[in-house]
């Protein structure tokens, strides 16, 4: 069995191997190129997202989810046959960290891969166009979130991108497969020297679960996150300091609030 195991690639990766360690493990990926470039990829991800979603682990925990409430909770109501999954639910109402958040990276469930792939592909149609870029204008924004939430069935605010140098240019409705909700919305903006970010969102999938995940798509970079209420996908061709401070923006604006809901139901 090769002493590279995932465990020890991934301890590498995220700068938690000994150092007497990372002599052998640095080697081994010279000598493999392909290995390496993958290793590179899993640290690129780790860093976007820690940029991206780090800032909400700092953030206070409600009262009602602190672990010794939530433990005391879970105690009560069920045995310990369940202990290990009432602590992956405390620590996935802590938020520790950008680790934690980059586990879906590695085990992404597939629906996610496809809701990448539909949001890369609508950013890559419609940006091009000039007069049909959207269906409803920015300059008509409330009927554009009133419409978009009721065919999503959920609320859809139109972030506020101003202080990233972004105007809302409008939205359209899109279809998307039924076993992932049947519709989806796409928002542009739009900056001062015409580059285009979309957002693409759909009502929750199925399982409901949170997940985070960040892609590079035939030229475009693509960050994703799903909670309960929603699947987002910011996609854009930005330099990636933009395209991260773009994201975090959306992903603040449209998740206030969510973060109990996503987690605890």
């Given amino acids: 069995m090769s002493e590279f195991t995932s ?21 081994h990926l010279a000598a493999n190129p392909d290995l390496a470039a993958e290793i590179a ?14 800032p909400a682990g700092a953030e206070p925990v409600p009262a009602r989810l602190r672990p010794r409430r939530i ?17 992956a639910l405390v620590l996935v109402g802590l938020g520790l960290g950008a680790g934690w958040f980059a586990r879906p990276l590695f085990d992404a ?7 990448i792939a539909d949001a890369v592909n609508a950013h890559t149609v419609f940006v091009a166009e000039n007069r049909h870029a959207v269906e409803v204008p920015g300059s008509d924004s409330e009927h554009l979130s009133n419409w978009l939430s009721n065919r999503l069935d959920t609320n859809l605010g139109m972030p506020d991108l101003s202080a990233e140098g972004f105007t809302l240019v409008g939205g359209r409705l899109l279809p998307g497969e039924p076993s992932r909700g049947g519709r989806a919305a796409q928002l542009m903006y739009e900056n001062a020297a015409k580059q285009r970010i979309t957002v693409y969102v759909t009502a929750a999938l199925p399982d409901r679960a949170p997940a985070y995940q960040f ?24 330099p990636e300091a933009e395209m991260k ?3 975090r923006a959306v992903y603040q604006q449209l998740t206030e609030g969510d973060v109990a809901r996503a987690n605890w139901g």
């Fill in 41 to 54: 990829a899993w640290q690129r991800q780790s860093d976007a997202l820690r940029t991206l979603f780090g």
């Fill in 71 to 87: 433990a005391a909770e879970l105690g009560r109501r069920r045995s310990n046959t369940f202990g290990w999954a009432a602590a």
């Fill in 215 to 238: 892609a590079s798509q035939d030229g475009a970079e693509a960050f994703y996150w799903a909670n309960a209420r929603i699947t987002c996908t910011v996609v854009g061709t930005l």
């Fill in 245 to 247: 401070t773009v994201s």
């Fill in 7 to 27: 465990d020890r690639l991934m301890a590498f990766a995220d700068g938690q191997l000994p150092e007497a360690e990372r002599a052998a493990v640095e080697a």
């Fill in 109 to 115: 469930e597939p629906s996610s891969q496809y809701l």
